[in-house]
C-alpha cells in the first residue's frame, strides 16, 4: 500500500532564510508526487508536481521539491521564505495507472515564518 | 469558474441526527472525492467517484454514505451522526484518471456532533 511520511509536525524559519518541508514515500512503482497548502479555514490548494523527468520540480509562489529516488523523499523547499507562507503543508503520493484512484496524504507540516 | 463549492460551511448536529452534504464542480471532472481531516491525522479518503453513477469506498467509509447521480455532484450522508464524526470535510475532484494531475479541492465543511 501506498504511504507518505512528513517527520515533523512543525518547521519554524527566520524570514528570509531557505526553508524545507520534509516527505518520504512508500509505493510500488514510480510514484507520482504532489504538495499541497492549506491557508487557515481554506481548501487545499496546489502548488507542485513530479510525474517523470527532471528531479527538480517548479512550482507555484516560488517553491520547488526534488525528486530523490533513491532515497524514496520529495523536499519541498524554498530558497527565501516569507511571512505569508506560514501554512500547513501536505505531500500527497499516488501509484501510476489507470486503476489507481486514491490519492494519499501526509499528516501535515506546520510551516511558521517567523518576522 | 466557481471550481469546487462544498454547502454547507457549517454545521453542528445532534448524536443520531442525519445529514447530506453537498459538492459540486462546474470543471466536467469525471473523478471526486470526500476527505476527512482531523488534527495530526492528515486527510483520510471517506469515498470516492470515478464517474457519475458509480462510487467505491475508501480508507474510512464506516457511517457514512454516498451518492453520485450526476457528474457535477457527490453528496455525502451520515445516516446516524455520531461524536466521532466531528471533523472538517473536504471535496475533490479530478480530471485523469491516470493518477497525474492534481485535484481540486473545496474549502470545507465544519462538522460537529454534540
Avoid at chain 1, 513530479?50 to 530523490?68: H, M, Q, R
Avoid at chain 1, 516569507?82 to 501536505?90: E, I, N, R, T
Avoid at chain 2, 446516524?80 to 479541492?105: G, I, L
Wanted: glycine share 10%.
Amino acid at each position: 500500500a501506498q504511504s507518505v511520511a512528513q517527520p515533523e509536525d512543525q518547521v519554524n524559519v527566520a524570514e528570509g532564510n531557505p526553508l524545507t518541508v520534509k516527505c518520504t514515500y512508500s509505493v510500488s512503482g514510480n510514484p507520482y508526487l504532489f504538495w499541497y497548502v492549506q491557508y487557515p479555514n481554506r481548501g487545499l490548494q496546489f502548488l507542485l508536481k513530479y510525474i517523470t523527468g527532471d528531479n527538480l520540480v517548479k512550482g507555484s509562489y516560488g517553491f520547488e521539491a526534488e525528486f530523490n529516488k533513491s532515497q524514496t523523499s520529495f523536499h519541498l523547499k524554498k530558497p527565501s521564505a516569507l511571512v505569508s507562507d506560514s501554512a500547513l503543508y501536505f505531500c500527497a503520493v499516488r501509484e501510476p495507472g489507470a486503476g489507481s484512484y486514491q490519492l494519499t496524504f501526509g499528516k501535515g507540516t506546520k510551516l511558521s515564518v517567523i518576522p | 469558474n466557481a471550481g469546487v463549492t462544498q454547502t454547507p460551511k457549517f454545521r453542528v448536529l445532534k448524536t443520531g441526527q442525519s445529514m447530506t452534504l453537498l459538492c459540486a464542480q462546474d470543471m466536467n471532472h469525471e473523478y471526486m472525492y470526500w476527505y476527512r481531516q482531523d488534527p495530526g491525522m492528515g486527510l483520510r479518503l471517506i469515498h470516492y467517484s470515478v464517474g457519475e453513477g458509480t462510487t467505491a469506498k475508501g480508507e474510512v467509509p464506516d457511517g457514512y454514505n454516498v451518492s453520485r447521480l450526476k457528474k457535477q455532484n457527490f453528496l455525502l450522508g451520515l445516516e446516524s451522526a455520531a461524536p466521532s464524526q466531528t471533523s472538517v470535510y473536504f471535496c475533490a475532484s479530478s480530471y485523469d484518471h491516470f493518477a497525474n494531475t492534481e485535484a481540486f479541492f473545496g474549502q470545507g465543511t465544519r462538522l460537529t456532533v454534540v
